[in-house]
């Protein structure tokens, strides 16, 4: 049976990609941190590794750098990024985490894929009032965590997928859309009141990255196309 590692294999992202594994026949093996210390040893005998970095990590780049050597020694053969839509957008520090470890994995001598998801349609609780720092009025690719586990699974099991970068969304969609769509109502905060209150709890830098993003959102949304994720799932289905 055909071994991937999921780096991140624990979380609500690397879980969703370990279920799609799981459909296609092979098995996902979760690496978290009591892995690291031997992460070379933990990656041997797996066909391909699937980087997820841990939501607002401090340095990216250094935990997709180590990700990435162990790999190679480990002789695995395919890696494939989690990255996120728009990673190149200045104003937000942990997209930029996500630049640069896209670069280091373009050149990491390895058969490799990138992944850009849209945020999660799981990001909001549509069960009742939604609460949002950010304007309800602009665009999102939202993307499904199902979806973007199953495209994950094509590109980690799939041969046709070495060198490309796809952005993926299920829909794109305003977060007042979708609220109307629930019948719940949406509460707009200021980032200041978001940090006294949601915000509280977070460490400092993290809050600065979150509402960093907020503003971004507040402006330009996060649009994401939908034609890739379809034609990947489409692919899964033949
Ligand atoms: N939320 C969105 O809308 C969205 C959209 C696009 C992309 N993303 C990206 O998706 C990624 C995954 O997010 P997530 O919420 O699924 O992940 P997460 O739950 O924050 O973290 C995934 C796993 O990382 C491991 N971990 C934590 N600290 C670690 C460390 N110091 N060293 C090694 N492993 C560590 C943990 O596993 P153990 O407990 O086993 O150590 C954890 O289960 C993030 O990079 C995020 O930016 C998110």
Not at 69 to 86: K, Q
Not at 125 to 138: E, F, H, T
Request: net charge negative.
């Amino acid at each position: 049976m055909t071994r991937v590692a999921v780096l991140g294999g624990h979380g609500k992202t690397g879980r969703s990609v370990r279920a799609a594994l799981e459909d296609r026949g092979a098995t996902g093996v979760p690496l978290g941190r009591a892995d690291w210390p031997d992460l070379v040893g933990a990656l041997r005998g797996c066909a391909a590794a699937y980087l997820i970095a841990p939501n607002l990590y401090p340095d990216e780049p250094a935990y997709v750098a180590e990700a990435l050597a162990a790999a190679r020694s480990a002789g695995v053969g395919r890696v494939v990024l989690h990255s996120v839509a728009s990673p190149y957008a200045p104003a937000m520090p942990h997209h930029l985490g996500k630049a640069a470890a896209e670069d280091l994995v373009r050149r990491a001598g390895l058969a490799w894929t990138v992944l850009q998801p849209g945020a999660y349609l799981q990001n909001l609780d549509l069960s009742g009032p939604v609460r949002i720092a950010y304007s309800a009025d602009v665009p999102f690719g939202f993307a499904d965590l199902a979806e973007v586990g199953a495209a994950a699974a094509t590109v980690l099991l799939e041969d046709g997928h070495a060198g490309a970068t796809y952005e993926l969304a299920t829909r794109v969609a305003t977060v007042r859309e979708l609220a109307d769509e629930a019948g719940v109502p949406v509460e707009v905060v200021t980032p200041e009141a978001w940090a006294a209150t949601d915000g509280a709890g977070l460490e400092p830098r993290e809050r600065e990255w979150l509402q960093a993003m907020f503003g971004y959102y507040d402006s330009h949304g996060l649009p994401v196309g939908t034609l890739p994720l379809r034609a990947l799932l489409g692919g899964a289905r033949t």
